[in-house]
């Protein structure tokens, strides 16, 4: 199976909490928006661009969490794109089209049990460091395709 983010695709919504952009994350605003994959989907780039980080969002030590990963491709327009929950299968400086796979989508429930689904978090970073509405960005490549 494959999944690309788009705007219509379906947004997590379980008993621990709101995918949504700017959704309560306690004292912070979820600063990305999750979408529902199931696990070893391979995640597919929204814009072609060049990878430029394979991170971490927690510590590689992290017993529980550490094995998570991110891929960042920086397009083509300098906006940071970054795909959580994805173990790369690209290296850094691989140039990436659009809609060609990253990543696989690694498993949640593993870490955090079935309350919470499996999903992929989508963040959009512009040049100015400005965490971007991921859905308003997915449109505006959306419609670069007709
Ligand atoms: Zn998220």
Redesign the pocket.
């Known amino acids: 199976m494959q999944f690309m983010p788009s705007s219509f695709a379906h947004i997590r919504s379980d008993s621990m909490g709101s995918?949504h952009y700017l959704a309560s994350r306690g004292r912070r605003k979820?600063r990305?928006v999750?979408f529902d994959v199931n696990k070893d989907t391979e995640i597919l780039a929204v814009a072609a661009g060049i990878v430029t980080k394979l991170g971490y969002p927690y510590s590689p030590g992290d017993l529980k969490k550490g094995h998570l990963r991110y891929v960042e491709v920086t397009t083509h327009d300098l906006h940071r794109t970054r795909y959580?929950y994805c173990k790369p299968v690209c290296a850094i400086g691989d140039e990436i089209l659009k809609r060609t796979p990253i990543g696989l989508q690694q498993d949640l429930q593993a870490v955090y049990g079935t309350n919470m689904d499996n999903h992929l978090?989508f963040e959009v970073i512009d040049r100015l460091d400005t965490v971007l509405d991921p859905i308003a960005y997915l449109k505006t490549q959306e419609k670069g395709n007709k």
């Open positions: 995918g979820h990305g999750d959580f978090h």
